[in-house]
């Protein structure tokens, strides 16, 4: 799967969104007032699962849920 | 130490502009704004609203995440001779409908896609006339009875003089957290918020060369405080929306934070994170409120924040 599809993916299971409501320049953080601490939390343990990867606390921060583009970069620097 | 008697909620930006125009009052990211240029933006919407035809003591309500509008729709609302609504950005369609209705609000400060998020229920806000959208509004869909507008239209509208206002006519509603069933309106009036403000400043011993990280949601009392304390001295404030603690302590270092107001369960995650020194360097209080503090949390705090 490509990385942005992945954040879509990510986003729309953990926002309980549809994915036609996302796309690179949705923003995320500010925009969706379900997304809180714990959304990160389950963000980040799905990346995890669909990735096989363990994700430290200190790679994350709120830039990377800035918009679903941004969280797909932050998936894409975890792919490789 | 105040030269000027402030008595109303927006005259605690105005008094400022007149004392020190070029102090810095508010910052968000990379962008910051002086009493001055706060004060000009403020009148200029509180004009627009009038233009709009808000009547005194009709409701403005603002529903967006921290940021420059939000502070200036609340004190512009204020100033227009309305109410200003703070609602918490986290809360969902249906809560939102629920304070809309409740108090009647005619005008809403939304993002376009945040009012795209309450289509289903804005028509059912029977007061609802008016959405100012920090973005553009041609990408929303008519919605029956309300005429929505950009922001940068409604500053540029030609507006109209507020009317006067006197300190025990109202200046805002806050809504209680709805722990116990819906959430309920708290009526304030101008020399509520003012009084607060000045005893809140007093017993912090703030000063005009304080800066105050707004961790605090603005829909709560004690976060739309953070604004009025520190304006009632002039100390300026950096909005930030708490989500990760160790933002916070990167934030105290970028901006040279002096003080923090924040409730226990902050605090209970702010003292398990290691603060750099470099926090220090400019740190000078912490403010426990809401509840009682947790003993274990108290003595983590006092050992690891590098307080003078």
Same mark, same amino acid.
């Given at each position: ?80 | ?125 029977? /007061? ?7 973005? =553009? +509004?041609?990408?929303?869909?008519? %919605? &029956? *009875?309300?005429? @929505? ?91 930030? /929306? ?7 302590? =990167? +934030?105290?270092?970028?901006?040279? %934070? &002096? *003080?923090?107001? @924040? ?46």
């Amino acid at each position: 799967m490509q990385a942005l599809d992945l954040a879509k993916k990510v986003i729309a299971v953990n926002l309980q969104l549809e994915l036609d409501q996302l796309s690179a320049d949705t923003e995320i953080l500010g925009n969706f007032p379900q997304f809180n601490s714990l959304t990160i939390v389950g963000v980040i343990g799905s990346i995890e699962d669909e990735l096989d990867c363990v994700i430290d606390d200190e790679e994350i921060n709120t830039e990377i849920f800035a918009t679903v583009g941004d969280l797909a970069a932050f998936i894409q620097s975890r792919m490789r | 130490m105040r030269v000027q008697r402030v008595r109303l909620l927006h005259e605690l930006v105005y008094a400022m502009a007149q004392e020190s125009p070029d102090a810095p009052a508010l910052l968000h990211k990379q962008e910051s704004l002086t009493f001055a240029q706060l004060a000009s933006e403020v009148q200029r919407f509180s004009k627009s609203l009038c233009g709009l035809g808000l009547g005194a003591n009709e409701r403005v309500a603002i529903y967006l995440p921290k940021q420059f509008e939000v502070v200036i729709g609340v004190f512009g609302a204020a100033a227009a001779g309305g109410v200003a609504v703070p609602i918490n950005p986290m809360l969902k369609a249906q809560q939102v409908s629920h304070i809309l209705r409740d108090c009647n609000v005619r005008v809403l400060i939304t993002s376009p896609s945040r009012a795209k998020q309450l289509l289903e229920i804005l028509p059912n806000c029977h /007061d609802l006339k008016f959405l100012v959208l920090t973005g =553009a +509004a041609d990408e929303l869909p008519q %919605v &029956t *009875g309300l005429t @929505a507008l950009s922001w940068q239209v409604a500053m540029q509208a030609p507006g109209q003089k507020p009317p006067g206002r006197i300190d025990s006519d109202m200046a805002a509603i806050l809504y209680t957290s709805g722990s116990t069933g819906l959430p309920k309106g708290v009526v304030l009036s101008h020399l509520n918020m003012v009084a607060a403000a000045d005893s809140s400043s007093e017993f912090l011993r703030l000063s005009a060369s304080d800066r105050l990280l707004a961790v605090l949601p603005l829909s709560f009392d004690y976060g739309l405080s953070q604004l009025t304390t520190a304006y009632y001295v002039g100390a300026s404030v950096v909005l930030m /929306d708490y989500l990760l603690p160790k933002e916070v302590v =990167a +934030a105290v270092v970028r901006y040279a %934070v &002096t *003080g923090i107001s @924040a409730v226990p369960p902050i605090w209970n995650q702010l003292s398990v994170l290691d603060w750099p020194d470099e926090a220090g360097k400019s740190l000078r209080y912490i403010h426990h409120l809401g509840r009682a503090a947790r003993r274990s949390t108290l003595d983590r705090l006092r050992s690891k924040l590098p307080l003078p």
